[in-house]
């Protein structure tokens, strides 16, 4: 709940221009609040930055005051849908049943289904953080047929690491758990697919080349660093290297 009007725009306008020679070497997004997703998709209206809704309700229509349909944001011409950020969970209470219709919603009105997952502190501490993982893996994807699965992003985005109080997690750490996601993600669609699974935790500058560097991690979600367009692209120029020598 950052950045309005005035501050969203003036900060795409910023970043299409400073992100003109990389779009196609990157895949970049940007999910910016509810209400300035009409000005955001005008300044970005030549696809070279993916917009993205922070939620939506599974609903095309009814009697649920205050919500956003996925018609609604369809008119608007967006992107991806983000589904179960942790703040969504935890401030808002919300399962992941009703991640899951989400998820499936978003599929069916052709939106990127972007399923976020992670782990409490408690959870970490008590050793169940993979099956936390799991279950909100298994459970939000639950009935995605594999015509689809090409639309689905998985962010990582363990809840103790986010946020103003967030503290970074060690490389291993963020290893293993996305290596548990991807056996999930393989085990769930035969070998078949291949869902990227971004990282997003205190990604900073600098962490984000060791962090991009890891193996099973495709991609970074970058939150509070990414506030300033130009900061933002000097994280994207570090990395790039990294990610293109992984990936030649």
Not at 16 to 22: I, K, M, N, P, S
Not at 54 to 61: C, L, V
């Amino acid at each position: 709940m950052y950045k309005g009007i005035r501050e969203t725009s003036e900060y795409l306008l910023s970043l299409h221009e400073l992100t003109q020679e990389l779009i196609n070497r990157i895949t970049l997004f940007v999910i910016p609040s509810f209400t300035t997703l009409y000005h955001a998709r005008k300044i970005i209206s030549d696809g070279s930055i993916l917009l993205g809704a922070q939620n939506m309700h599974p609903m095309e229509y009814g009697q649920f005051t205050g919500e956003i349909s996925p018609i609604m944001l369809s008119e608007l011409g967006i992107d991806i849908i983000e589904i179960g950020h942790s703040e969504r969970r935890q401030n808002f209470r919300e399962t992941d049943e009703e991640e899951n219709a989400k998820v499936l919603s978003a599929l069916a009105h052709n939106f990127i289904a972007l399923l976020c997952v992670g782990e409490t502190l408690d959870q970490k501490n008590y050793g169940v953080a993979d099956e936390a993982i799991n279950i909100q893996i298994k459970k939000g994807l639950y009935g995605v047929n594999l015509n689809d699965i090409n639309k689905v992003w998985i962010a990582y985005e363990p809840v103790w690491a986010i946020g103003i109080n967030g503290t970074p997690p060690e490389p291993d750490y963020v290893s293993e758990r996305h290596l548990t996601i991807k056996r999930t993600l393989q085990n769930l669609f035969q070998n078949t697919i291949n869902i990227p699974v971004i990282f997003g935790g205190s990604v900073n500058q600098e962490n984000a080349c060791q962090l991009l560097s890891l193996d099973n991690v495709d991609g970074l979600f970058i939150g509070r660093s990414a506030w300033d367009s130009q900061q933002f692209v000097k994280i994207i120029n570090n990395v790039l290297p990294v990610w293109e020598e992984k990936y030649e």
